[in-house]
């Protein structure tokens, strides 16, 4: 029933930057709290980033200073601002509302040279 489709993966070189999107539909996403999460081959899926519907934030100190969770509750969209990038960063990332089993189907975020 609910939906959650994201976008804006890809390749970048260590240091760059890039926004992935996340858009909730089939739910009242004003009223969720949302987290991504990211997972490397061969490791457990980790936690990265939380914002509740109140818009407090959370991050694992593996990306503090250099992600951004947000959200904007006009388009059912949550973000992940992700800067100076490294190359453990690299993984596939997947949106999440919290308390649910309601997943995005996983973008693949690439940091190489």
């Known amino acids: 029933q609910v939906q959650l489709v994201e976008s804006g993966g890809g390749l970048v070189q260590p240091g760059g930057s890039l926004r992935l999107s996340c858009i909730a539909s089939r739910t009242f996403f004003q009223f969720a709290d949302m987290a991504w999460y990211r997972q490397a081959p061969g490791k457990q899926r980790e936690l990265v980033a939380e914002i509740t519907s109140g818009g407090s934030t959370n991050y694992a100190d593996s990306v503090k200073g250099r992600f951004t969770i947000s959200r904007e509750n006009a388009k059912d969209t949550v973000y992940l601002q992700m800067n100076t990038l490294k190359a453990e960063d690299t993984a596939v990332y997947y949106c999440?509302?919290?308390?649910?089993?309601?997943w995005g189907q996983g973008i693949q975020v690439t940091v190489s040279s």
């Open positions: 999440n509302m919290r308390g649910t089993m309601y």
